[in-house]
């Protein structure tokens, strides 16, 4: 099919928009109705070639989410088969009336590695998948006749720790315009100075004259506010020679509304070029006025107070959609992590959508922005970290400021994320790398600081520099910021991962895990959210550091939502020994793959969300009788009293975590190793994490380890103040005889003296009776181990007693969340009131459901676009005569939709089974399933689909497409 006009029409009015913000996400229509293959095809490139027996698809488009999972697949890249190469091509009329003019595509992001051809001729390329590029296909256009624009995409050169995509992923734009004209990402709006007294907005224009000959254009830049009322104008005649010149514009406002996160007031820069008296391009650029800063003592502010930054991590796929980029998905996503309370995004760990920024904008969402994930392979190019940094870095840092750098929600720019080769100073040169990458950064915006996210608390050291050139440092998880704290004490630490927390929707077990990484054996995590990646924690231990850190800019929680691929714990080879398991996606997420909040959602709720109140009871009611309950309350209150069947089942309230003591006063501080073992495989994943936070952690299933069998080696905490200890008890990972070690002490961290007592070995125990000994800080210095062996200490206890908790880890819970333990079932109601400060707050119900009778079909809209991109997610539950979920329901389920809208997928938030997201056959998990619908193009009217389940009437919805 060919619409040349239309299209034309199109292009005329996307020039308005080219350069700057899509106004509401206008949708090209060369988007539509492309033919597609996979494999090797010879000649495909040609116009003349024959694709009437490929498929026909609407991008954007993953090829790799309609596969089914291989279940010898890699369960890190989700077990879809990703990897390969295909052809796109599209059909297209130009008018002969543009002829003269100059044709461009913007491509959003292709996985991976791109050949662009226009009527058989190359016209351009790209390397990185995730990263936005746009080529100039002019000499190669037949204005007046049919075009055909062929894409070859390759992904196997490409490497990923999870499940990238494959194919046109994103959406293509075209654009005609004059062949003086402002290039795209040609518009930077800066805000120099923004005071109360007023605001200077300063506008760079960038004209390229692509004609030939000397130009003259008059160049007029006019200010829109929020509202869309002028503020300010400018104009100015500009004589332009062949290439490229910027223009500067410069505006003095009285007053501005300033972009903040509750209020995120979004101006206007419209730039217009006029020739001989016609208007011959309009370029829109949103932006906004707020003044913020990455502080070194007192966290992130902005506009002039602290902020705590509460974010999420999200990766860049769409659970049943694949990597497959719609605007509504996102959206959807950020309306529920709103509600949560985020505040904060990291987009780990590579360029987001465009429409993801803009959604910030108006979402009133800070974003930390990341280019990559590691200077390798996962940055498209097989090689060494100098090669990669000297020749293959710059451009994709180009297209990536370029293209965000007008973003008011974009606050800092990420270099990397947990690079080893970096962070272990390989090559002896990572400073020198690292400062190369931010002046990279810098050559296009010196507006917002560099940051890269950390690991290796070692990498922190003064004399190899790696951190000198940045301005910021991000730190994942534990405390492994403290070592960069003491050597870079004036430098802001933003707290860039926290958590990697577990849990599966809907899955309790009555047996509470008895660990941190207490897993079980079935492939599903307790939903009570009480396990944990090794190097991670449980939310209400992030609380903490983030309460009693006041420096750590933010908290950023991995993540969001569960995600393709990476599905630690159970990743095969990579999984605990009793686990030897592969899922196809993660357990880490806040909200399941599906969209269907777990209970960490409202325990974040409980936390950030400061406008409204949260009571959330859980879990179901539906169990045997004789049955022991764990009934935990999540709530923004601090007591809550418990119900069953109307009959009061006790009040308790939140303790207050500084009133919380096990008597070891070592737990959870600060602490700092002469090494740890931190080891990543060749793919960038890490393996073994035994940094030294790990001994003192409160669990003896995790360990401080020496990075290798050297001598000596110390471990040292820090108690915060003098405080007088009785014992020492150390837990080695193996016979404590076997350790040769001396305790010593220190006031001040320098001058250390040894401590004296009697030491006896207890097995893997090595216990002090002490003389009343009082020190801020404490060191193990190890001077040998039998047989070789590495320095390993499980627990490290400085004690005020003997006897006391030796796994005070989930202590901290009773600060966060309400517990009551072994209550009996009995069918019924059992409902939960919620108090703050004696007052009642709000109340939650679970209700006993009888037998399942109907299905229940929820849409999170019911008027969409009839754009071909617009999306409907549909909530499908088994429920009982009065509606009450089947939390048990496992039933299979089918899909029909007809008439404007076409099936997309489906996801239930079940990690393990190989069912396909893409087939119209899917299964409830724990009662409930998501499907997602898309639009037709240029389609209006009904929509209908229709659910069903064996033995029960279909389910039916209709949908309005307009």
Request: aromatic share 12%; with cysteine; net charge negative.
């Amino acid at each position: 099919m060919k619409v040349p006009y239309a299209i034309f029409l199109f292009l005329l009015v996307a020039v308005r928009c080219a350069g700057g913000a899509e106004s509401n996400f206008a949708v090209d229509p060369i988007n539509f109705d492309w033919t597609f293959s996979l494999g090797e095809k010879d000649g495909a490139e040609s116009p003349r070639f024959d694709d009437s027996a490929w498929s026909r698809v609407d991008l954007p488009h993953d090829w790799a989410i309609h596969s089914d999972f291989d279940p010898e697949g890699d369960p890190n890249t989700a077990k879809l088969p990703w990897k390969g190469e295909a052809w796109y091509r599209k059909r297209f009329e130009l008018p002969a009336a543009a002829a003269g003019k100059r044709l461009q595509f913007l491509f959003d992001g292709v996985m991976a590695n791109p050949a662009v051809y226009l009527n058989g001729r190359k016209v351009g390329s790209w390397v990185y998948g995730y990263n936005s590029f746009h080529i100039d296909a002019t000499d190669a256009a037949i204005f007046g006749g049919e075009n055909v624009l062929a894409v070859h995409v390759d992904t196997r050169g490409h490497h990923s720790r999870w499940y990238p995509g494959a194919g046109i992923y994103r959406k293509v734009s075209m654009r005609i315009v004059d062949d003086v004209h402002v290039p795209i990402w040609g518009v930077q709006v800066t805000t120099p100075k923004i005071e109360e007294s007023g605001a200077t907005a300063r506008v760079a224009v960038e004209i390229a004259n692509g004609s030939g000959e000397t130009r003259e254009v008059w160049a007029n830049v006019a200010l829109l506010d929020p509202v869309g009322d002028l503020v300010a104008t400018d104009r100015r005649l500009v004589r332009l020679q062949e290439g490229l010149e910027i223009v500067e514009f410069d505006f003095q406002l009285a007053s501005v509304l300033r972009w903040d996160v509750e209020h995120p007031h979004l101006y206007t820069a419209r730039v217009k070029l006029e020739s001989d008296a016609e208007e011959i391009q309009s370029v829109d650029t949103s932006f906004g006025f707020r003044v913020f800063e990455w502080t070194a003592d007192d966290g992130f502010h902005l506009n002039g107070r602290r902020l705590e930054l509460k974010g999420v991590n999200e990766h860049h796929t769409h659970g049943m959609l694949g990597a497959a980029f719609f605007p509504r998905s996102v959206e959807r996503k950020l309306e529920l992590l709103r509600d949560m309370g985020v505040n904060a995004l990291r987009t780990s760990h590579n360029p987001e959508a465009p429409e993801v920024l803009e959604l910030c904008d108006r979402l009133g969402i800070v974003v930390f922005n990341e280019l990559y994930d590691k200077w390798d392979r996962t940055g498209g190019v097989d090689v060494d970290t100098e090669t990669f940094v000297n020749e293959h870095a710059e451009k994709e840092v180009r297209n990536f400021v370029r293209r965000d750098r007008n973003h008011p929600s974009v606050m800092i720019w990420s270099v990397a994320n947990e690079d080893g080769a970096i962070l272990s100073n390989r090559d002896g040169k990572s400073a020198q790398h690292v400062a190369k990458m931010v002046d990279y950064f810098r050559a296009y915006d010196r507006t917002r600081p560099t940051t890269m996210g950390c690991h290796m608390a070692g990498g922190a050291r003064r004399e190899w520099g790696v951190f000198d050139s940045l301005d910021t440092s991000g730190w994942n998880y534990s405390q492994r910021y403290m070592n960069f704290r003491k050597n870079y004490p004036d430098k802001p630490i933003i707290y860039s991962e926290t958590a990697s927390a577990f849990g599966t929707r809907g899955h309790y077990e009555l047996q509470l895990p008895q660990s941190k990484i207490d897993f079980g054996d079935d492939g599903y995590l307790s939903a009570y959210v009480m396990t944990a990646a090794p190097w991670g924690d449980i939310p209400e231990h992030e609380f903490e550091r983030m309460r009693k850190h006041r420096y750590l800019n933010g908290d950023f929680v991995w993540t969001g939502f569960d995600y393709l691929g990476e599905p630690t714990p159970l990743r095969g080879t990579n999984s605990p020994p009793e686990l030897m398991l592969e899922a196809r996606s993660s357990y880490f997420g806040i909200i399941d793959l599906a969209g269907l909040p777990k209970d960490t959602f409202y325990l974040y709720r409980s936390q950030w969300n400061e406008a409204e109140p949260t009571v959330h009871l859980s879990p179901h009611w539906n169990w045997e009788e004789g049955d022991k309950v764990p009934v935990f309350v999540y709530t923004s209150g601090d007591e809550a009293e418990l119900f069953l069947n109307g009959r009061s089942l006790g009040r308790k309230s939140k303790v207050d975590p500084d009133q919380l003591q096990n008597g070891n006063l070592a737990y959870q501080k600060p602490s700092y190793a002469s090494s740890s073992e931190v080891y990543q495989d060749a793919g960038g994943n890490v393996l073994k994490d035994n940094t030294s936070d790990k001994a003192f952690d409160g669990n003896a299933d995790t360990r401080w380890c020496a990075s290798d069998g050297s001598l000596p080696q110390t471990l040292q905490v820090d108690l915060g103040q003098g405080r007088k200890a009785e014992w020492v008890r150390i837990r080695w990972e193996g016979t404590a005889a076997d350790y040769e070690f001396t305790l010593e002490g220190s006031a001040d961290g320098e001058v250390w003296s040894a401590v004296e007592g009697k030491i006896e070995a207890q097995g893997n125990l090595s216990v002090a009776k002490l003389e009343g000994e009082t020190y801020r800080f404490w060191r193990l210095s190890i001077a040998g181990v039998a047989g070789g062996r590495w320095a390993s200490v499980r627990e490290f206890e400085i004690l005020e007693q003997d006897e006391v908790s030796s796994d005070p880890y989930f202590d901290i819970v009773d600060a966060y969340r309400i517990r009551f333990f072994d209550i009996p079932f009995e069918a019924g109601t059992l409902e939960v009131v919620a108090y703050e400060d004696g007052q009642e707050i709000g109340r939650d119900r679970v209700e006993t459901a009888g037998a399942a009778k109907r299905l229940l079909l929820e849409a999170d809209r019911r008027q969409l676009n009839a754009d071909g991109m617009d999306l409907c997610y549909v909530t499908v539950q088994l429920v009982d005569e009065k509606g009450t979920l089947c939390p048990w329901a496992m039933d299979t389920l089918e899909f029909e939709v007809e008439g404007a809208a076409v099936f997309m997928g489906v996801a239930n938030g079940d990690a393990v089974q190989m069912d396909g997201l893409t087939d119209d056959r899917h299964p409830l998990f724990y009662g409930q399933a998501v499907v997602a619908l898309r639009s037709k193009p240029s389609q209006s009217g009904e929509a209908v689909l229709r659910v069903k389940a064996e033995g029960l009437p279909a389910g039916e919805l209709r949908l309005q497409f307009n």
